[in-house]
């Protein structure tokens, strides 16, 4: 929305430079009546235009599938009617505008004095039709040859070499630089757009992979636990089947969204850790507390779990206390997330936990860059994690 606001305001700032660079610019509407001013403005206008056809179909469509021949022609073909189509739609009738104001100054501020001369002190330019008030015709007149004011300014029209000169200055040379601008602003903004999609997709297929790589690593763990209630023949088995076939649908399902809710991710989370639960004895002393969970907040799915995982995978010995508590925090889209958990279990190291953790982490970098905090306080008797997410969009 806000990438709107800017190109609105850059055409409107543009628009206003025909307008406040008018030398006719005196707070009338005379100004509108002007061809010059709307050649100009015209002008500025398809600037405006050929910067967006340039930016979302000249550069997209040709120039970035290597038709280059086609897309230069394009371009080439845009500059000459920018030049030339405002000329057509509003014609000087007038072989100069400038000495045509000249013209028009001059006649207006001497209008007494022609009234009390003779016509032949102010001979009129071949440009113009003028009868004098008292109804004599000099239409038959020739000007004299050389006809200058008193600045050396020439009277009559400039030679038909000079004309043509000035007309294709003014209709191509001086229109260069505003194109070369609108050329130059759309090729750059479309090389920045071209390359932070390059920079998305990028992240996105990195992101994907982290996915991939920690749903195995989640279904590993948990079978382990499903495992474990079978070798005992725990009543708890078949239940565990179905709470792991549940976090298993979830993972399936809802980890492909960008993000979910939080309620729903703790749903599951609540889910795992029953699932934990059944394999642990009163050697656990565990604790889970959640205050100001809330439908209104989302967040990107499995970035909690593994830390979850990490304490049942250390935290639980059967031949030794060990305690594990969980709390969930959640105050105006602010998520304050603490696990800690004795480390009891020293054989459980190993290489994929590592890359369970690596995987978190790259996930919170990408995920929300500058919009996390974590802590992490390691012993060898004790294992502390906090975890400080702003979920605002």
Same mark, same amino acid.
């Given at each position: 929305?806000?990438?709107?606001?800017?190109?609105?305001?850059?055409?409107?700032?543009?628009?206003?430079?025909?307008?406040?660079?008018?030398?006719?610019? +005196?707070?009338?509407?005379?100004?509108?009546?002007?061809?010059?001013?709307?050649?100009?403005?015209?002008?500025?206008?398809?600037?405006?235009?050929?910067?967006?056809?340039?930016?979302?179909?000249?550069?997209?469509?040709?120039?970035?599938?290597?038709?280059?021949?086609?897309?230069?022609? $394009?371009?080439?073909? !845009?500059?000459?009617?920018?030049?030339?189509?405002?000329?057509?739609?509003?014609?000087?009738?007038?072989? *100069?505008?400038?000495?045509?104001?000249?013209?028009?100054?001059?006649?207006?501020?001497?209008?007494?004095?022609? =009234?009390?001369?003779?016509?032949?002190?102010?001979?009129?330019?071949?440009?113009?039709?003028?009868?004098?008030?008292?109804?004599? =015709?000099? /239409?038959?007149?020739?000007?004299?040859?050389?006809?200058?004011?008193?600045?050396?300014?020439?009277?009559?029209?400039?030679?038909?070499?000079?004309?043509?000169?000035?007309?294709?200055?003014? #209709?191509?040379?001086? $229109?260069?630089?505003?194109?070369?601008?609108?050329?130059?602003?759309?090729?750059?903004?479309?090389?920045?757009?071209?390359?932070?999609?390059?920079?998305?997709?990028?992240?996105?297929?990195?992101?994907?992979?982290?996915?991939?790589?920690?749903?195995?690593?989640?279904?590993? *763990?948990?079978? =382990?636990?499903?495992?474990?209630?079978?070798?005992?023949?725990?009543? +708890?088995?078949?239940?565990?089947?179905?709470?792991?076939?549940?976090? &298993?649908?979830?993972?399936? /399902?809802?980890?492909?969204?960008?993000?979910?809710?939080?309620?729903?991710?703790?749903?599951?989370?609540?889910?795992?850790?029953?699932?934990?639960?059944?394999?642990?004895?009163? !050697?656990?002393?565990? +604790?889970?507390?959640?205050?100001?969970?809330?439908?209104?907040?989302?967040?990107?799915? &499995?970035?909690?779990?593994?830390?979850?995982?990490?304490?049942?995978?250390?935290?639980?010995?059967?031949?030794? *206390?060990?305690?594990?508590?969980?709390?969930?925090?959640?105050?105006?889209?602010?998520?304050?997330?603490?696990?800690?958990?004795?480390?009891?279990?020293? !054989?459980?190291? +190993?290489?994929? #936990?590592?890359?369970?953790?690596?995987?978190?982490?790259?996930?919170?970098?990408?995920?929300?860059?500058?919009?996390?905090?974590?802590?992490?306080?390691?012993?060898?008797?004790?294992?502390?994690?906090?975890?400080?997410?702003?979920?605002?969009?």
């Amino acid at each position: 929305m806000k990438n709107i606001y800017y190109h609105i305001l850059l055409i409107l700032l543009l628009l206003l430079i025909p307008i406040l660079s008018s030398p006719e610019l +005196d707070g009338s509407l005379h100004l509108l009546r002007s061809p010059g001013f709307l050649r100009d403005f015209s002008r500025y206008f398809l600037l405006i235009v050929f910067f967006y056809i340039n930016l979302g179909f000249l550069l997209p469509k040709l120039y970035d599938k290597r038709r280059l021949l086609l897309y230069w022609v $394009g371009v080439f073909v !845009s500059y000459v009617w920018i030049s030339t189509l405002p000329f057509l739609i509003f014609p000087n009738h007038h072989r *100069n505008d400038d000495e045509f104001d000249f013209f028009q100054n001059k006649i207006s501020k001497t209008t007494d004095q022609i =009234n009390q001369k003779e016509f032949h002190d102010f001979p009129p330019p071949n440009d113009f039709d003028f009868v004098p008030e008292d109804g004599r =015709n000099f /239409e038959n007149q020739k000007p004299p040859s050389d006809m200058r004011g008193s600045d050396g300014r020439q009277f009559g029209p400039p030679p038909p070499m000079m004309r043509q000169d000035n007309f294709f200055a003014r #209709t191509y040379l001086m $229109g260069i630089l505003p194109f070369l601008f609108s050329f130059f602003s759309s090729f750059f903004l479309h090389q920045s757009i071209k390359k932070k999609e390059m920079e998305r997709a990028k992240a996105k297929a990195d992101l994907l992979n982290l996915r991939y790589q920690l749903q195995p690593h989640f279904l590993f *763990n948990t079978l =382990n636990s499903i495992y474990s209630l079978i070798l005992i023949k725990s009543d +708890d088995a078949s239940e565990g089947i179905l709470k792991l076939s549940n976090v &298993m649908r979830y993972i399936v /399902e809802e980890s492909e969204n960008d993000f979910v809710l939080l309620s729903k991710e703790l749903f599951y989370i609540k889910d795992y850790i029953a699932l934990q639960l059944m394999r642990t004895d009163e !050697s656990l002393d565990f +604790d889970y507390q959640e205050n100001g969970v809330t439908d209104d907040v989302k967040i990107v799915p &499995m970035i909690l779990l593994n830390y979850i995982e990490n304490a049942f995978k250390y935290g639980v010995n059967a031949e030794e *206390n060990s305690k594990i508590s969980i709390e969930v925090n959640v105050k105006d889209e602010q998520l304050n997330f603490k696990v800690f958990n004795h480390i009891v279990n020293h !054989s459980a190291a +190993d290489e994929s #936990t590592k890359v369970g953790m690596k995987n978190t982490t790259e996930r919170l970098e990408k995920l929300y860059p500058g919009k996390y905090t974590l802590n992490i306080e390691e012993n060898k008797k004790s294992y502390f994690v906090e975890l400080n997410l702003d979920l605002s969009s």
